[in-house]
Protein backbone atom coordinates (compact mmCIF):
# COMPACT_ATOMS: atom_id res chain seq x y z
CA UNK A 1 0.00 0.00 0.00
CA UNK A 2 2.80 1.97 0.57
CA UNK A 3 3.60 2.88 -3.18
CA UNK A 4 2.31 6.14 -4.78
CA UNK A 5 0.67 5.54 -8.19
CA UNK A 6 -0.38 8.39 -10.49
CA UNK A 7 -2.53 7.92 -13.73
CA UNK A 8 0.00 9.54 -15.70
CA UNK A 9 -2.32 8.94 -18.89
CA UNK A 10 -4.68 11.30 -17.04
CA UNK A 11 -2.18 14.45 -16.40
CA UNK A 12 -0.82 12.37 -12.83
CA UNK A 13 -3.85 12.20 -11.03
CA UNK A 14 -3.49 10.54 -7.85
CA UNK A 15 -4.62 6.86 -7.56
CA UNK A 16 -6.30 5.25 -4.35
CA UNK A 17 -3.44 3.07 -2.98
CA UNK A 18 -6.08 0.77 -2.34
CA UNK A 19 -8.14 -0.16 -5.46
CA UNK A 20 -6.07 2.02 -7.83
CA UNK A 21 -9.23 4.23 -8.67
CA UNK A 22 -8.42 7.89 -9.89
CA UNK A 23 -10.91 8.78 -7.44
CA UNK A 24 -9.48 9.51 -3.70
CA UNK A 25 -11.15 12.68 -2.40
CA UNK A 26 -8.98 14.83 0.36
CA UNK A 27 -11.31 15.75 3.49
CA UNK A 28 -8.42 16.83 5.95
CA UNK A 29 -4.79 18.21 6.71
CA UNK A 30 -3.17 17.85 9.44
CA UNK A 31 0.22 19.35 10.22
CA UNK A 32 2.51 18.48 13.05
CA UNK A 33 4.78 20.99 14.02
CA UNK A 34 8.16 19.48 16.11
CA UNK A 35 11.13 20.83 16.94
CA UNK A 36 13.28 18.32 16.63
CA UNK A 37 13.02 15.19 19.41
CA UNK A 38 10.99 17.35 21.38
CA UNK A 39 8.57 15.68 23.37
CA UNK A 40 5.65 17.61 22.78
CA UNK A 41 3.96 18.94 19.27
CA UNK A 42 1.69 20.80 18.09
CA UNK A 43 -0.58 18.92 16.00
CA UNK A 44 -3.28 21.07 13.65
CA UNK A 45 -5.87 20.12 12.12
CA UNK A 46 -7.76 21.46 9.38
CA UNK A 47 -10.85 20.14 8.39
CA UNK A 48 -14.66 21.34 6.96
CA UNK A 49 -14.18 24.92 7.49
CA UNK A 50 -12.47 24.43 11.21
CA UNK A 51 -9.17 24.27 12.20
CA UNK A 52 -7.84 22.77 15.65
CA UNK A 53 -4.96 23.40 16.99
CA UNK A 54 -3.58 21.56 20.64
CA UNK A 55 0.02 20.83 21.99
CA UNK A 56 -0.16 16.75 22.43
CA UNK A 57 2.78 14.15 23.89
CA UNK A 58 5.02 12.76 21.21
CA UNK A 59 4.43 9.24 21.99
CA UNK A 60 0.57 9.39 21.44
CA UNK A 61 0.36 12.45 18.22
CA UNK A 62 0.53 10.39 15.33
CA UNK A 63 2.89 11.95 13.75
CA UNK A 64 4.48 9.88 10.48
CA UNK A 65 7.69 11.76 11.22
CA UNK A 66 10.26 10.06 14.37
CA UNK A 67 11.85 13.12 14.59
CA UNK A 68 10.90 16.53 13.10
CA UNK A 69 7.86 17.95 11.20
CA UNK A 70 5.44 15.90 9.01
CA UNK A 71 1.79 16.91 6.76
CA UNK A 72 -0.73 14.38 6.46
CA UNK A 73 -3.06 14.38 3.83
CA UNK A 74 -6.83 12.19 4.29
CA UNK A 75 -8.39 11.09 1.97
CA UNK A 76 -11.35 8.68 1.18
CA UNK A 77 -12.08 7.14 -2.26
CA UNK A 78 -14.98 7.04 -4.40
CA UNK A 79 -14.75 3.27 -5.18
CA UNK A 80 -13.85 1.55 -1.69
CA UNK A 81 -14.02 1.91 1.75
CA UNK A 82 -10.54 2.80 2.44
CA UNK A 83 -9.47 5.67 4.23
CA UNK A 84 -5.64 6.60 4.35
CA UNK A 85 -3.18 9.32 4.42
CA UNK A 86 -0.72 10.71 2.17
CA UNK A 87 2.12 11.23 4.58
CA UNK A 88 5.18 14.09 3.67
CA UNK A 89 8.07 13.50 6.04
CA UNK A 90 11.59 15.18 6.01
CA UNK A 91 14.69 13.51 7.74
CA UNK A 92 18.42 14.50 6.88
CA UNK A 93 17.33 16.65 4.04
CA UNK A 94 15.14 14.24 2.34
CA UNK A 95 10.98 14.44 1.78
CA UNK A 96 9.59 10.97 1.75
CA UNK A 97 6.02 10.48 0.49
CA UNK A 98 4.06 7.74 1.99
CA UNK A 99 0.57 6.06 2.25
CA UNK A 100 -0.72 4.96 5.73
CA UNK A 101 -3.95 3.39 6.28
CA UNK A 102 -6.24 4.80 8.53
CA UNK A 103 -9.39 3.22 8.45
CA UNK A 104 -12.30 1.63 6.48
CA UNK A 105 -16.12 3.43 6.24
CA UNK A 106 -18.50 1.43 6.62
CA UNK A 107 -20.45 0.16 3.53
CA UNK A 108 -23.55 1.86 3.97
CA UNK A 109 -21.01 5.30 4.65
CA UNK A 110 -19.03 4.20 1.79
CA UNK A 111 -21.58 3.46 -1.09
CA UNK A 112 -25.10 4.79 0.60
CA UNK A 113 -27.53 2.34 1.99
CA UNK A 114 -29.02 -0.91 0.68
CA UNK A 115 -31.60 -1.22 -1.72
CA UNK A 116 -33.90 -3.91 -1.03
CA UNK A 117 -34.46 -6.84 -3.71
Known amino acids: MNEIKFDAGANNVLMCPVCNSENPHHEGVTVFDR ?8 VTEVSDGRALSRAVPERVAG ?15 EQCPNISELTIVQHKGSTYLAWRHVGTRSYADAFGPVAAL
Open 35 to 42: AEDAAVIK
Open 63 to 77: NPSSRRDALAVRFSC
